[in-house]
C-alpha cells in the first residue's frame, strides 16, 4: 500500500512569490496533520484536520499560511507571500483516529526553500 | 503549552555500547510514542505505549511508559551504526502529538 504523498519533495522559490505543498494521506485516513521542522524549533504541527474539517489551526504561524481538505484523499497547505524565513521542511502525516493510539504516519517532506 | 523534554539532545557512542534517552513533561498523556528519522524522510514510528508502568522491546530497543504516564524512556543495547538517527518522542493529547524536540543520536563503527 501507498503511504502518504507529498509534492513536491523540493521547492526553491523567491521572496514574495506564492507557494502551494500538496499531500494524499494514506487511503482510509481520516485525520491529517501538517507540520514543520527546522533545526531550532523541531516538529511544529501546523493544522490538522478530521474529517476533512479543519480541528486546529492555532499553530498556522501567520495569516500568510493557509490549508485545505477539499476531500478525504488530498490537501495543500499554500503560503502567500512567502518569506524567507519560511524555509524548512514541511511534513504531512495521516492517522485513523482510534482512541488514545493517535499513531501518525508521515510523508517524506517538502523541503522548502525561500530566497 | 504542553512541552516534552528530551535528553540528551546530542549523543555520539562507540558501535557495541548501551545507551538510554528519556521524554519527560509535567502533563499525563493518553498515549507516548517514539519515532524515528533518518536525514531526508519523514518520521518513521517505532512503538505506542498506553499504560502506566508499561515496558516494550523491539529487538534491542526497550522502551518504557512512567507510572504516571508524564515520562518515557528508550534504552538501546549494544548500539549499531544503523541506530544511527533522530529519534523523537511524542505524547497523545486530545487528537493531536505533543512532539519533543529529539535526541540526535550517531553511532561510530
Known amino acids: 500500500d501507498a503511504g502518504v504523498i507529498q509534492s513536491p519533495r523540493h521547492e526553491v522559490t523567491e521572496m514574495g512569490q506564492e507557494v502551494t505543498l500538496r499531500c494524499k494521506p494514506i487511503?482510509?485516513?481520516?485525520?491529517l496533520f501538517w507540520y514543520r521542522q527546522t533545526m531550532m524549533r523541531g516538529l511544529e504541527l501546523l493544522i490538522y484536520f478530521n474529517n476533512n474539517v479543519p480541528i486546529d489551526d492555532s499553530g498556522m504561524p501567520e495569516d500568510r499560511f493557509s490549508a485545505k481538505m477539499p476531500n478525504a484523499s488530498f490537501s495543500t497547505l499554500k503560503i502567500q507571500p512567502s518569506e524567507p524565513r519560511d524555509s524548512a521542511v514541511y511534513f504531512c502525516?495521516?492517522?485513523?483516529?482510534?482512541?488514545?493510539?493517535?499513531?501518525?504516519?508521515f510523508g517524506p517532506g517538502t523541503r522548502l526553500t525561500v530566497l | 503549552t504542553q512541552l516534552l523534554e528530551q535528553s540528551p539532545q546530542f549523543l555520539s557512542i562507540q558501535e557495541g555500547e548501551n545507551l538510554t534517552v528519556y521524554c519527560n513533561s509535567s502533563?499525563?498523556?493518553?498515549?507516548l510514542q517514539w519515532y524515528r528519522q533518518e536525514p531526508g524522510e519523514g518520521p518513521v514510528l517505532l512503538v505506542t505505549v498506553v499504560t502506566g508502568g508499561e515496558v516494550k522491546k523491539l529487538k534491542r530497543l526497550t522502551f518504557q511508559f512512567g507510572d504516571a504516564r508524564k515520562d518515557s524512556s528508550l534504552h538501546i543495547t549494544a548500539a549499531q551504526p544503523g541506530d544511527t538517527g533522530l529519534y523523537l518522542c511524542a505524547g497523545g493529547q486530545g487528537g493531536k502529538l505533543i512532539f519533543g524536540q529529539g535526541t540526535e543520536l550517531s553511532v561510530k563503527p
Open positions: 502533563s499525563v498523556f493518553s498515549s
Open positions: 502525516a495521516s492517522s485513523l483516529t482510534s482512541g488514545r493510539l493517535n499513531e501518525q504516519f
Open positions: 487511503s482510509g485516513h481520516n485525520s
